[in-house]
């Protein structure tokens, strides 16, 4: 293990250790419970498939709400971003309204993807999105509804 300069390693972990890592800090819990995440299957050895979970944030039309998203961890990950689609329905101006696709050029999160990125980080800003002023009042599909 060899460190870098001023402010960094050097050091890039592995796509597997990576995901590892996340799994473990999914399953152990977020922050104050309202975004989690993991493993679609626990045989995968690749470990693409992965599902989340956001509460809706408060004072905002997507209060109480459970929103599940599908994260797809592909082989160039965390090189590159997931692919993120909704499985619950839901309006907001980063999803594309027919397929629940998070649209990479309007949630810039995936757009600016760097590798230090995580799917925790994802979903948190994902949340945070569902609050900012242009979201937080748009009407909403029926809850329980899905893409």
Known sequence: MTLGGSGGSGVVVPRNFRLLEELERGEKGIGDGTVSYGM???????????????????????????????????????DKPPSVRFHSRINMTCVNPDSGVVDTKKFLVLGNWQRDYTMEYILTHLKKEMAASYNRKLVQPPEGTYF
């Open 40 to 78: 679609d299957d626990g045989d995968d050895i690749y470990m693409r498939s992965w599902t989340g979970t956001i509460i809706g944030p408060h004072n905002t039309v997507h209060e109480g709400r459970i929103y599940q998203l599908k994260l797809f961890c592909d082989k160039d990950y965390p």
